[in-house]
Every structure is written in C-alpha cells, then in structure tokens.
C-alpha cells in the first residue's frame, strides 16, 4: 500500500456486550488488550492511529461504523483492523479480509502471528447468503473507503487458546503492527529497538544493496551475508545488518531446545538471554540464533555485594574511572578509600564504594532492559522486579527506578 494516512484500530464488543465468553475470560477484555497495544506501538512508528474505544463502553455496530468513517473522514489509504476473539470450539488465529481487497496484508498478518507462536486457521473471505457480492460481516461490509481486515486471535473456549490469549496476545498484535509497516512501506522497529546506527550495525535505507553496503565497510558481499546469516541478496528498508562480528557466544537452536535449557547450559539467567536477544516471548525456533551474554551480572552477586555493604565487586571491563561514574565518585576517593596504590583493578577485586541513592533513569530510543542493566550494573531481573515490570518492553520516556 502506497501512501498510508492511518490505521483505525477497533476493539471487537465493549460495555453491556461482552462478546465471546469462558470462565473469567471476556472477548471484551482481550480485544481492548491489543488494540491499546497495537495503538501504542503504531504511534512508537510514526503512523497516525486512532481508537474506536479505549474503555469499556459500549459501542452498537451502528454507531461503531459511524466513527469508523469520521476519524479519517472516511479517506482511502486507511486500513481498518477490528480484533477479535473465536469461539466455537477451534484452535489458532484466522483473518477475514474484504471483498473489495487483496489478501496481501492479511495473508502477511497471520504469518506473524504464526511465527509468535499460534496456529494458524488461515485468512479467507466470507460474503452474505442473501447477497454474494456484499461481505457477511457489517464491519467489513460498511466501513466505507477503508481497507479492513477482522483479525480473530484464537478461540476463547479451547484450553490451548485460553493460555495464549492470556500470555501472548500483545506478541500476536505486534505481529499485525510490523504487517501493516511492511504493508505500506514504513520502516519497522520492533519493540525496545532502534533504528540508530551503532559502531557494529547498519540500518537498510532506500537504494542500498548488499554490494553498496559491504563496499562502504569494507566487506565483501560474501562476508557480509555471513555475519548476517543471509542466504539470498534480498535486502529490506529498515533491516538492520551487521557489519562487524558480535561480541560475545552465539548459539543455533536445535531441535528440543527451550531458553531454560540454553541459560543452565551457558550458566546466564532466562531474563538476561531474552533481555539480550531482545525476545519478548519463551518461543523458540529451529536455526534461529543467540547471543549469548559475555559478560552477565550474576543475580546473587548483586544481591550479595552490592547492597547497603557499600562493597562493589569488579566486573569485566571495569575501571576505576567507569566505577568513580557510576557511584557518583572521582577516582582519587576510590583510591583513597581502597588504599589504592595503581590504578590496576582485577575481576572479583572488592572495593569500598561511598553510598548512593537509588537513580531515575528516563528510557531513550533504542534502550533495552539489557543496555540499561549493563549501563548501571545492575541484573535485568532486578530493574524488572524494582519497577514491577511483567515482560522487557519499554517505551521511550518511561521512568525506570535503578536499584
């Protein structure tokens, strides 16, 4: 799709109209969920979105149509995701598309939902009994100029679809959001990403090819590929290559692999893995790669030496300049303090710190629970735990308690 305006994101039901049901589990309930989270993550794009409800009110379709075709004056260019919850029995996620439209985005959308970790039932069109050439669904039969698609998560009454849709519906949403940025040309960030070039990465822009890039860093096509793990030359706006080897162990997946088994056999923490790889899911997948942290802040370290002791522990990479920063220090106090006769320091070497507070930290683009714990030395679990964080997204600005 060629020049986007906006997306409508539409939460399915509301109010006195609960929708699907089971047990404590309201359809209302889960599709409010990830149109706030689709919304949140659009906007992180720099796509227009707007909301049909973003409480608990009640909506009739009527009057839901009505706003559908006001909030971008009913414009082309606007695609239109109602979300919704199954019931009847089936497993997996499947997508209506319209009539009038092709099944490109929806097709791309439950791909990525498939590859979050649901079943897919697949993406088809439904048209009325009475009419043929009308769609069944109102939503998609009335809603004007704009391109819509009514995306059903998973069944509500089935017990494997119950355990996703609790834990996994915002990865789900996601994998809408990065569909409609491929869709229409924008450049997708994944959450906690960055689009900001590092000393190590490279950001895909218009025009670019793997030729142009590996000259430009004075790589080979060949060399490139392999540090990015490419088979063909096909290259995207908005990927992010590396053009110098990761510091640090990778692992490949293999078959029966789960991150506990990989964080015991590297002895790193599930937190600091998926921090690190920048997973917001437990799914893994055959052939995928990760970056196994080189250097990982033990927990029990930081719980042990690193509280009201003012006793800090030398890790890889310090220094006593980037110790004196981090305690609020200058470096002739450290030495004055440790009877310091160099500035030599070694790994597991004790030194007396002066006390410090507990800092804010205001998140920036391109900040990971992971940069933040190793900028501050401090665990991905216990940032988690001092902020009451449930997963490792952040969002720009958001304030962080650094213990």
Do not use: C
Request: charged share 25%.
């Amino acid at each position: 799709m060629n020049n986007l305006v906006g997306v409508i994101v539409d939460a399915g039901h509301g109010g006195n109209d609960p929708g699907a049901v089971s047990g404590n589990l309201k359809e209302k309930d889960l599709t409010l969920k990830a149109a706030l989270y689709m919304y949140d993550r659009l906007k992180d794009l720099g796509i227009n979105a707007k909301l049909t409800r973003e409480g608990d009110i009640s909506l009739p379709k009527n009057e839901r149509i009505a706003k559908v075709k006001s909030l971008f004056n009913n414009s082309p260019g606007v695609i239109l995701v109602s979300n919704h919850i199954n019931a009847g029995g089936g497993e997996g996620a499947e997508i209506v598309y319209a009539l009038r439209n092709t099944p490109q985005l929806s097709s791309m959308a439950l791909d990525n939902i498939t590859k979050s970790g649901q079943k897919a039932r697949g993406i088809y069109q439904r048209v009325l009994p009475e009419n043929p050439s009308k769609d069944y669904y109102y939503i998609l039969r009335e809603s004007g100029n704009v391109e819509p698609i009514l995306v059903e998560y998973g069944f509500i009454d089935n017990t494997s679809d119950q355990r996703k849709l609790t834990n996994n519906i915002t990865d789900y949403a996601e994998g809408v959001v990065k569909a409609i940025a491929d869709y229409a040309g924008i450049q997708y960030i994944p959450p906690g990403g960055s689009n900001v070039d590092t000393e190590d990465t490279y950001t895909v822009k218009r025009g670019d090819t793997l030729y142009g890039i590996a000259r430009k860093y004075n790589l080979t096509v060949d060399e490139l590929k392999s540090l990015n793990n490419l088979i063909g030359n096909e290259i995207y706006i908005g990927q992010k290559l590396q053009i110098r080897p990761i510091q640090g162990n990778s692992y490949i997946v293999k078959r029966g692999d789960t991150l506990y088994s990989i964080a015991r056999e590297y002895n790193v923490s599930v937190s600091d893995l998926k921090a690190v790889n920048n997973l917001n899911t437990d799914i893994l997948y055959i052939g995928q790669e990760l970056l196994i942290p080189s250097e990982v802040i033990d927990d029990e370290i930081i719980d042990d030496d690193i509280v009201d002791s003012n006793i800090y522990v030398v890790q890889r990479g310090d220094s006593l300049y980037s110790i004196s920063r981090k305690f609020k220090t200058t470096v002739q106090e450290l030495i004055d303090l440790n009877n310091l006769e160099s500035n030599t320091l070694s790994i597991g070497q004790e030194l007396k710190v002066p006390s410090v507070d507990e800092e804010i930290y205001i998140v920036q683009k391109g900040d990971t629970l992971w940069s933040i714990s190793k900028k501050y030395n401090v665990s991905v679990n216990s940032i988690k735990e001092k902020n009451n964080l449930t997963d490792n997204m952040l969002s720009i600005n958001q304030q962080l308690i650094i213990p």
